[in-house]
T-cell receptor
């Protein structure tokens, strides 16, 4: 499984765009990149998933360079409710038996 | 998105007793489910991977006789903490992967279950 490295924590003011980068140097050809958000005492919530280039949905964008050794989650105009821990996961789940392991995550604190 | 439900959300049990936590995929069939535990301010730690109809695969250091996992159907997996002790108190989270016939390779998580052993 590809190991991921993220900043431990980040602070941002309300209304700003936040970019969280994840390094995954040994990503495999079949691996997808998935980001989750977790609030205290809740299970992680799926945010976005991508394989290459750029993916955008209603809550975030995911930028993946050509070499796929890193990815950047972009949250537009964050609010206080975006304060949470964000996890980057890399893996291929299609085989049916792949494990899903978490790194340390990035604790985002949004400041008023 | 897909829904995974855990029950109970909170449970308190006496030391030495057993407690069961259920994990259900409500709108899809889950060929694989995962169980985690999470201590305060720490990341999720994978305990075991559960495949429908077969024995669970436990991570190193996780006692399979203490944490019994059953994945009897494509929508239900259970974790039973046997002879619970205070050090087993933790937040337990399950996740489920959609069957291979659906693309996206996405894992969905339950809401988590707080276990307190007194």
């Amino acid at each position: 499984l590809a190991k991921t490295t993220q900043p431990i924590s980040m602070d941002s003011y309300e209304g700003q765009e936040v970019n969280i980068t994840c390094s995954h140097n040994n990503i495999a050809t079949n691996d997808y990149i998935t980001w989750y958000q977790q609030f205290p005492s809740q299970g992680p919530r799926f945010i976005i998933q991508g394989y290459k280039t750029k993916v955008t949905n209603e809550v975030a964008s995911l930028f993946i360079p050509a070499d796929r050794k890193s990815s950047t989650l972009s949250l537009p105009r964050v609010s206080l409710s975006d304060t949470a821990v964000y996890y980057c996961l890399v893996g291929d789940y299609s085989g049916g038996y792949q494990k899903v392991t978490f790194g340390t995550g990035t604790k985002l604190q949004v400041i008023p | 998105g897909a829904v995974v439900s855990q029950h109970p959300s909170r449970v308190i049990c006496k030391s030495g007793t057993s407690v069961k936590i259920e994990c259900r995929s409500l709108d899809f069939q889950a060929t694989t489910m995962f169980w985690y535990r999470q201590f305060p301010k720490q990341s999720l730690m994978l305990m075991a991977t559960s495949n429908e109809g077969s024995k669970a695969t436990y991570e190193q250091g996780v006692e399979k006789d203490k944490f019994l996992i059953n994945h009897a159907s494509l929508t239900l997996s259970t974790l039973t903490v046997t002879s619970a002790h205070p050090e087993d108190s933790s937040f337990y989270i399950c996740s489920a992967r959609r069957g291979q016939e659906i693309s996206g390779n996405t894992i969905y998580f339950g809401e988590g279950s707080w276990l307190t052993v007194v």
